[in-house]
């Protein structure tokens, strides 16, 4: 068994704030992680972290991206316990993605689309949220009763079967990771 984790964030920027009025949930941003230190997170968002409208697939990290920039941004991160095969097949899965990851596109369309009842289904596009449903649902990661491409990053916000680790400033995760371990929460 191992773990992989789900990172819900708010940043304050424009959009984030957008999105976080129209759901009215804290949250706008969604992340996955491979393992507990967040050092990398596969989601769409920006590429260019000044630059709002140059979007597709990103790694990013504590201290990565727009992260670097956005000091005060604040997250929950939530962890999930999976299967050998299927932490490896969400594995592969992103890798494909990240592989040919030029194909892709952020889904703007979808960002107004979705809040607003109206599921797309774009054959290379995507939004953060899609993107890890999509991800988790191509892996055998069955955690939401919906089509991937109608799903929010609210829809993340306490979700049944994903557990809470950490709620705060992501900056300050690896300090609460190095004085309490997550194994033993």
């Known amino acids: 068994m191992k773990k992989i984790y789900i990172v819900s964030t708010y940043t304050g920027t424009v959009l984030a704030h957008l999105i976080r009025t129209i759901t009215r949930k804290p ?10 230190s967040l050092e990398t997170m596969y989601a769409f968002g920006r590429i260019n972290p000044k630059n709002p409208l140059v979007a597709g697939f990103v790694e990013e990290g504590i201290d990565k991206g727009l992260y670097e920039i956005k000091k005060n941004t604040i997250c929950r991160v939530y962890s999930l316990e999976i299967d050998d095969d299927k932490y490896e097949k969400l594995k592969t899965n992103i890798n494909q993605i990240k592989s040919v990851k030029s194909l892709y596109s952020y889904d703007l369309i979808s960002l107004i689309a979705i809040p607003l009842g109206f599921g ?12 890890a449903a999509d991800m988790l649902s191509k892996s ?9 491409y109608t799903v ?5 916000y306490n979700l049944k079967g994903l557990t809470l680790e950490y709620e705060g400033l992501l900056r300050d995760y690896n300090k609460f990771r190095a004085t309490y371990s997550i194994d033993t929460i």
């Open 140 to 148: 055998g990661i069955k955690l939401l009763n919906k089509p991937f």
């Open 120 to 131: 797309r289904n774009p054959e290379f596009g995507y939004v953060c949220s899609t993107f």
């Open 152 to 156: 929010q990053p609210n829809d993340f």
């Open 27 to 36: 949250y706008s941003h969604i992340s996955i992680s491979l393992d507990d």
